[in-house]
């Protein structure tokens, strides 16, 4: 997959004919209708998604600023497994908020000289103050001969699919309807970084993960699967939260791989929260803790 932070005209733009817009956070079922299609799909390769770096809610509303499902490179990841032909990280600016709609779809134009059909969820709204809508879109999208696909809410459970949604699902610790609204399982993508060590002493070596997801269950022990940057998925033990019984202070999320014993950082991982085993809490002593955590990856390597 390209990857472009600027809508200059460039060579993999010229050969491109579907155009999706709207920031994606999530890139759920409602969003894959959007940039995949829908009875009459969108081929991916020939593809763009145009989206922005930061949440526009981050340089408007910094106190509204929601936390993000899908940081940039968990949503980058996700557009290469759809192998989407060029993704467009606009950095979002007052520069750009203050842009007018005309100028917006000006640079469209320029940047997309061959396109035939654009797509944008409902009630989209563009340009300085919110100011355009799917209406002027459509005016736009006829005068230039591009079909404009603008389809209806994607629901589950009888109601719209939407970030904010899941986003109240994942906190909640109902991950089998964020999953179900994601169209996959709930997860989090990060780097592997170096941890303290305490894994290891107590035989549980863990991967310790930096990501820029920012939207999490509640704390506690999960069964999931780590995806390995080859591809290869591992059963994993998760646990979320602050390591109470060292009197740890900073929320941490790291991963225990019964089945792997190679090294892992610095490279970047899927971590997929399968099911919630119990609370995070603070034992006695490193044997206690020791015991309950040969006790959870028991759980995990039994199918539940």
Request: aromatic share 6%.
């Amino acid at each position: 997959m390209n990857l472009a932070e600027s809508l200059s005209p460039t060579p993999a733009g010229s050969n491109l004919r579907h155009l999706a817009l709207g920031f994606f956070d999530g890139l759920h079922l409602g969003h894959q209708r959007v940039i995949l299609g829908g009875t009459t799909p969108h081929i991916p390769s020939a593809t763009a998604v145009l989206t922005f770096r930061e949440h526009p809610l981050s340089i408007l509303h910094p106190e509204k600023h929601p936390a993000l499902i899908t940081g940039l490179p968990h949503k980058l990841r996700v557009l290469e497994r759809w192998n989407i032909g060029l993704t467009i990280a606009l950095p979002f600016n007052s520069t750009r908020s203050q842009q007018e709609p005309a100028a917006f779809l000006a640079e469209l134009s320029s940047a997309f000289p061959s396109l035939q059909t654009l797509s944008v969820g409902p009630n989209w709204r563009f340009g300085k103050n919110r100011s355009g809508d799917v209406e002027m879109l459509a005016a736009w999208c006829s005068k230039s001969s591009i079909t404009l696909d603008n389809p209806t809410p994607v629901l589950y459970g009888g109601e719209r699919i939407s970030s904010s949604r899941i986003r109240t699902a994942i906190q909640s610790g109902e991950l089998s309807d964020a999953s179900a609204m994601l169209g996959r399982p709930f997860t989090i993508l990060g780097k592997v970084k170096t941890g303290e060590g305490r894994g290891h002493h107590l035989g549980f070596p863990t991967a310790n993960l930096a990501t820029e997801d920012e939207c999490l269950p509640p704390d506690g022990v999960y069964a999931g699967r780590a995806i390995l940057p080859d591809g290869t998925p591992q059963l994993a033990a998760i646990n979320l939260g602050t390591c109470p019984t060292f009197g740890g202070k900073n929320r941490n999320i790291e991963a225990h791989l019964p089945k792997f014993s190679g090294q892992l950082v610095g490279q970047e991982i899927d971590l997929e929260f399968h099911r919630y085993l119990r609370p995070e809490k603070k034992f006695s002593d490193s044997r206690a803790l020791s015991e309950q955590i040969q006790k959870d990856v028991q759980a995990v390597l039994t199918p539940s």
